[in-house]
Structure formats: C-alpha cells, structure tokens
C-alpha cells in the first residue's frame, strides 16, 4: 500500500492542476520537432530538446517541472541579493529558478561541461537575459579537484547520465567522436577566487564526480563560505561525501517529497521512491533551513508571475 501511495504522489496535480490537462493530452513528440518551448511554473520560458529517454526532457514536457522535492528546497532555502552555483546545470532548469529567486541584485553561476548541452544552456540564458534576466553566468567547464582536462562520457538518450570519466586518458579517445569528448576542468576554489560574497546556496549534480567537485572547493567549505549543499547521494548514508561535509561542520538531511510539502528527514532513514533521486541536503544552519521547510503547500507551484527585476 505504501509503494502505491508513492507511484500517486503527485502534488503537482493538485497545486498546479494544468499539469493534469499536459499528463493526459500531451502530444507525441516524435515527430520532426526537435525542441519545445515550455512555461515553468515561476512564468519563465526554457526551450526543451524533445528525447524520448531523457529524464529531464519529458517530466518537463509532461508536468513543466522535474525534482519536484529539490525544486521546492531550493526555492525556500534562497534569498533574494545572494549568490548560487548551479554545477551540472544541463538546459538551465534549475539556473532559471536560482535567477528568479535572487533578484538582479544576486548572482548564479551555472556549469556545464557537456558541449551540446551547454549551447542549448546558452539559447536560453540569452532568452532570459532579454527579460532583463541578466544574473546568470554561464561557464562551459567541469569542476573539480584539480584545474586541467578529463575525458566527458556522453550518453544521447539520457543526457543527465553524462559523467567525467577517471579511468581513461584523453589520447585513447582520438577516434571516439560521439560518446566521448574532452572538457576543461577548473577548482570551485579557483574560479570564485576574485569572488567575494558569501554562497548561499550550491546544487551538485554530476553523476558521481560530487567529491571532487567538494574536494576542489574545499577552502570555500572550510571558511563556511557556502551555506546549504543540496546534491544526490547514490550510495546512501554514511559516504565519503556526507563524512568530508560532516567533518566541515554540515549537518546532512535526506530531502523527502511529501503530500503537502518537501520534508527534510534524518539522513539514515531508509526511504526509496520510484522516481524522485536519492537528495541530501548539507547546511551550517539546520534551525534555518527546518524553519523555511515549515508551511505547508508548493511555492515554487503557485507563482502567479515573474517579479520585477
């Protein structure tokens, strides 16, 4: 009864009840459109690659919105004025709600390494900027523990399944031109290193690289100089990741979907959910970030429009 109350777990139907209308009459996209342009909820527009397999691509066809549970986190954990870092950024989903969030007073900076993906980031950040958008930065790079190149496998049909790849040199990849590319490689560290404000918040999503995107923005995390790390945990709790943020002085929560909100439980809890991937919360001000996880209801949902910039 439990795993079939989790397949209905469908707030979006509810808070946002359009969504049922794209669920049910959705039209088939395989045909000879390439792209899509959808509203999200928070009334800005981003161009969707139309890919059968790709997680990303149809939630946001179908329901105009993708992670519900993080999406919702991120929204409450973000003030207006502050910097984010979206790392793994893919078409500028959650970029976009960072921009929303912050105001033009803030700063996001998104990475994302994968060439293809990037210039699809690139489409639509220059959409937004000519909303007057224009607190998003855009960075064709990889982070990591060193400054340098790596090998990038690419996978077509699920793009978010993309990963740096540890094992193999570039010079064995010369005659690999559609499942492999290089990509640069930079320190968080180095790179926010003429940066001066405080990040409030950072998203990690890069398929099993996290501890090298921490390692390389280690001084960042030993000065308490980002606030809340938000980022998949495939392994479960404890690991390596979850320890090094510990020993830093995070405490670590396991971001569940509610009915009526996301909830921020105890690391360990054995939860599984068909669909919404395994998301850990690290913050240096747990008070706060429970206080923000309080009321009830979907903000992110119900954004009437975009504030002025």
């Avoid at 060439?115 to 639509?124: A, G, T």
Wanted: glycine share 6%.
């Amino acid at each position: 009864m439990k795993n079939y109350i989790r397949y209905i777990n469908r707030p979006e139907y509810i808070f946002r009840p359009i969504s049922i209308y794209q669920r049910i009459f959705q039209q088939n996209f395989l045909g000879i459109e390439k792209f899509k342009e959808v509203l999200l909820p928070w009334g800005l527009k981003i161009k969707v690659p139309i890919l059968i397999n790709d997680c990303l691509s149809q939630s946001l066809l179908k329901f105009s919105t993708y992670d519900l549970s993080l999406t919702e986190v991120i929204w409450r954990l973000t003030d207006r004025g502050e910097t984010t870092i979206d790392i793994g950024a893919n078409i500028g989903y959650i970029t976009s709600l960072m921009s929303m969030k912050v105001g033009e007073v803030g700063k996001v900076y998104c990475f994302e390494p994968n060439p293809e993906v990037y210039e699809e980031l690139s489409i639509n950040v220059r959409n937004w900027q000519n909303q007057k958008y224009r607190n998003i930065y855009p960075q064709k790079i990889a982070l990591s523990n060193y400054s340098g190149n790596a090998v990038l496998n690419l996978t077509p049909q699920n793009r978010g399944e993309v990963f740096i790849d540890k094992n193999q040199s570039i010079s064995e990849i010369e005659n690999r031109t559609t499942d492999a590319c290089v990509v640069s490689l930079e320190r968080l560290d180095k790179f926010l290193e003429k940066e001066q404000n405080y990040i409030g918040v950072l998203k990690i999503d890069v398929e099993g690289h996290e501890m090298e995107v921490l390692q390389g923005a280690g001084e960042l995390i030993y000065k308490h100089n980002i606030r809340d790390i938000l980022f998949e945990e495939h392994h479960g709790y404890p690991s390596s990741v979850t320890q090094f943020l510990e020993e830093n002085g995070y405490t670590i929560f396991r971001i569940w979907k509610g009915f009526w909100k996301p909830r921020l439980e105890e690391p360990n809890k054995n939860l599984d959910h068909p669909w919404e991937p395994p998301n850990y919360l690290a913050t240096l001000n747990p008070i706060r970030a429970n206080e923000r996880m309080r009321n009830k209801g979907w903000k992110c949902l119900s954004v009437q429009k975009i504030s002025k910039m």
